[in-house]
């Protein structure tokens, strides 16, 4: 083909199985993420019909959604039951179910165990110009790596399983180039969303998103992922980033990496990915780097961002009345007035984990903001999950987990925690959350819940203030 | 899923109008990990009548259903169609259903016959006593006292049924694309496979 192809073109051509007449695609998809909560009418579907999973060997499984993040063994090492019931029989599916269909299983205490969005990179599962699919929204992180990647449901899962494949039609495809240097102290997690907040929750809907600009460019590989893995909250089902010098150099050496002549013939291959030049996108957005400053959300969309500086906006300021409406619903949940200034508004809670940020960059950052400091008398829990054992083992090897629990916070075990209502860890309903987590729904973090999204060193700056604090302050007053 | 082409038995006679997908089954039986096992959850407030025809001997494990208009309204809940199929239900036979249902049925193997009224209000009156008889290829209800009523179906669904082909089955058929494509993968792109990329993972 002579025309000049876009990352997303290149890599759905490349797993195009079969064309049919009205343009739908079966996809061949090359790595397939299993968990707990969606996976378990699937693997029941498989043995109602007397099929089996195609390809357990790019079948990766691994628990999270439920799994508390308290002590999974004793003192004496054996491990510990979990108490509710529902979550516990889950967990037991994975793990029968796993071994049952031949599939490599990360069990809740092995040292790789984590998030699954943590644990595909950090495995090396994730590869460039791979198709890569999970039963979680949340899976369009791995674009990160130049994966296109994105959330099924869970006949969909089953549908993988069985065949390996997906039934898809091409999606339009949108960049969004992000140029400039970024301020001190504005992070990844600044950065997507303001994006969110530019385009809206829904304005990446129908497109594959990719991301470019020397901001992404320059940013490291985890910083990458905290920025594809929001692209489903503007909508996009995936977000791409197309590989790179730093890609292979992060994935090199990874336990499921290709290694030795392989690795080689797949750098060259990946090498032929980004976007030709010239190559046309149905949309492209821009953004200056300048304009970035360290966000909050204010409401219950990961739209309503603000600057930290800023105030909680006025509904009556909204052009679209349905707008109107939806942020005078959010004020009223979220107990703020329109006008307050973020920097006034006191938290209860921390939440510093999800597989938004997690990983141990992220851990740096906060712990950073932390050393010396103590969170503040208002703040009454305060969490610190990180996103698979390893990214633990790090920090604590580098000794932040001694600087997170001076601060006051709990170092917790691996988990999604409190970024869903889903296991023990919870957000009283009324209080307020600074979260570094990637949705801030009503009763997203458990009923009631008030969650702000912010940056790992705004969540760790909040603490120690123990209100919506703007970092660069904390920071420049040293 | 299992091929359907004749479905011959008992009929449960519901008549019940706008059956919706709570009736079917309950939001407390949504929080299993199984698709199968719904079955004893199915229809758990009609139950709740002693005169219920669910719990009538007469119609113990019948393969149909005879309802009102409007089967299946309510919530999206595939769990409605797999409990019924749990408890042995292949066709249901009403003036009408909701997209949903009958998209969900059908992928669970449930055959949705849409009747008039009147031949449905015959078909309840039949079912008292005797069996019916519903054959998919010539798309027709037959009873024993020579009764014959056709019904119109989607011939992409027709074959799916007949054939038994779930969506699942349906990409199966597209099987030696796929394993074309994977033959192909393998040798340009060795290292995608997992027996090579994944050997020195050790958990
Ligand atoms: S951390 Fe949150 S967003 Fe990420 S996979 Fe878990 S529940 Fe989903």
Request: proline share 5%; hydrophobic share 40%; glycine share 10%.
């Amino acid at each position: 083909m002579s025309k000049q192809q876009t990352l997303y073109e290149k890599i759905w051509n490349a797993h195009v199985v079969e064309r049919r007449d009205d343009g739908t695609c079966l996809i061949y998809i090359d790595r397939h993420l299993v968990h707990e909560v969606t996976s378990p009418q699937a693997f029941e579907g498989l043995r109602a019909a007397g099929r089996t999973v195609r390809r357990p060997d790019l079948t990766l499984a691994v628990p999270d959604h439920n799994l508390p993040t308290t002590a999974r063994r004793d003192a004496a090492g054996n491990r510990l039951p979990i108490l509710d019931k529902m979550s516990a029989q889950q967990l037991e599916a994975l793990e029968a179910n796993a071994p049952a269909f031949g599939i490599r299983y990360i069990g809740a205490t092995d040292i790789e165990q984590g998030i699954v969005h943590v644990v595909g990179p950090e495995q090396g599962f994730t590869l460039p110009g791979t198709t890569m699919v999970c039963g979680d929204s949340h899976t369009a992180a791995h674009g990160a790596l130049g994966s296109l990647a994105f959330g099924i449901g869970t006949s969909e899962v089953e549908h993988v399983l069985a065949t390996q494949t997906l039934m898809l039609k091409q999606s339009k495809s949108m960049e969004i180039r992000v140029d400039g240097t970024l301020g001190f102290g504005v992070s990844p997690k600044d950065v997507i969303l303001a994006i969110v907040g530019k385009l809206g929750a829904a304005g990446g809907t129908g497109y594959v998103v990719e991301y470019t600009g020397s901001v992404i460019r320059d940013m490291s590989i985890e910083g990458r992922l905290t920025i594809s893995n929001m692209a489903i909250e503007h909508g996009a089902r995936s977000g791409l980033i197309a590989p790179d010098d730093k890609t292979y150099a992060y994935l090199k050496g990874r336990p499921m990496a290709p290694k030795g002549a392989a690795w080689d013939e797949a750098v060259a291959w990946w090498k032929t990915l980004p976007s030709d030049a010239g190559a046309r996108y149905d949309k492209v957005v821009l953004l200056d780097a300048a304009d970035i400053v360290p966000n909050v959300t204010w409401g219950t969309s990961p739209e309503d961002v603000v600057p930290v500086t800023g105030v909680v906006p006025d509904p009556a300021s909204f052009e679209d009345a349905s707008k109107r409406d939806a942020a005078a619903k959010s004020l009223a949940y979220m107990g703020l007035e329109a006008g307050q200034r973020m920097q006034d508004v006191a938290v209860e809670n921390i939440f510093i984990g999800s597989c938004t940020n997690s990983r141990i960059e992220d851990l740096r950052a906060a712990a950073h903001v932390l050393r010396g400091k103590h969170i503040a008398a208002g703040v009454k829990q305060a969490l610190v999950v990180p996103g698979s054992g390893l990214v633990k083992a790090e920090a604590e090897r580098e000794g932040l987990d001694r600087i997170f629990i001076d601060a006051g916070f709990e170092w917790r075990e691996p988990g999604c925690s409190a970024c869903l209502g889903m296991n023990p860890d919870k957000v009283p309903a009324g209080e307020r959350c600074a979260s570094t987590s990637n949705r801030n729904f009503m009763g997203r973090q458990g009923p009631g819940a008030r969650t702000h999204l912010l940056s790992p060193a705004m969540a760790a700056a909040a603490a120690v203030t123990g209100r919506l604090t703007d970092v660069r302050e904390l920071l420049g007053s040293e | 899923m299992e091929p359907v082409s004749v479905i011959e038995g008992k009929a449960y006679p519901l008549g019940l109008k706008n059956v919706d997908t709570d009736m079917i089954i309950a939001a407390d039986w949504l929080k299993t990990i199984s698709r199968s096992g719904l079955g004893v959850g199915a229809f758990e407030a009609l139950r709740q009548d002693p005169d219920n025809v669910f719990d009538n001997p007469a119609y113990a494990g019948a393969p149909i259903v005879i309802a009102g208009d409007n089967f299946g309204c309510g919530s999206s809940r595939e769990h409605a169609a797999w409990a019924m199929l749990d408890m042995g239900i292949r066709a249901v036979i009403a003036p009408s259903f909701s997209d949903i249902y009958s998209s969900n049925a059908f992928k669970n193997g449930i055959l949705t016959v849409v009747l008039p009224q009147e031949a449905v209000d015959r078909l309840l009156e039949v079912a008292q006593t005797d069996p019916i008889h519903v054959d998919l290829d010539s798309q027709t209800v037959t009873t024993p006292f020579q009764d014959r009523f056709t019904f119109e179906i989607d011939p992409f669904r027709k074959q799916c049924l007949i054939n038994g082909l779930d969506e699942i089955g349906l990409t199966l058929t597209s099987d030696a694309h796929i394993a074309s494509y994977e033959k192909k993968v393998a040798s340009e792109r060795p290292w995608v496979s997992g027996e090579k990329s994944h050997e020195s993972l050790a958990v």
